[in-house]
Nanobody
Framework: QVQLVESGGGLVQAGGSLRLSCAAS????????MGWFRQAPGKERRFVAA????????YYADSVKGRFTISRDNAKNTNYLQMNSLKPEDTAVYYC??????????????????WGQGTQVTVSS
């Protein structure tokens, strides 16, 4: 069992930055790939970024490439999403997720086993 708790969301002006954190409980955190998804009001949950359990490979949605960076610290059971050059269209609830068997499916929310409660990110224009 893995429990995930996100933090770091908030209100920021366009062009600003935020860093989201996802703290995981459980001794097997390092064996899970981690992902971030976001969901805007009235829209489906969409993939943002993912990182393999080793931290050696990362994946990004086209809409955030070059602006967002995902990373992890297995010693701290935490992964991060650094968000720079934020745009109003980045406004959403951001969710952290963990999964083990994600090969070929890092962008699919149905492949993940555990989810956090979400943290709100609001970008004003």
């Amino acid at each position: 069992q893995v429990q995930l708790v996100e933090s770091g969301g908030g209100l920021v002006q366009a062009g600003g930055s935020l860093r989201l954190s996802c703290a995981a409980s459980g001794r097997t955190f390092s064996s899970y790939a981690m992902g971030w998804f976001r969901q805007a009001p009235g829209k489906e949950r969409r993939f943002v970024a993912a990182i393999t359990w080793t931290g050696l490979t990362t994946y990004y949605a086209d809409s955030v490439k070059g602006r967002f960076t995902i990373s992890r610290d297995n010693a701290k059971n935490t992964n991060y999403l650094q968000m720079n050059s934020l745009k109003p269209e980045d406004t959403a609830v951001y969710y952290c997720a963990a999964g083990r068997n994600l090969s070929g499916g890092y962008g699919s929310p149905t492949r993940y086993d555990y989810w956090g409660q979400g943290t709100q990110v609001t970008v004003s224009s």
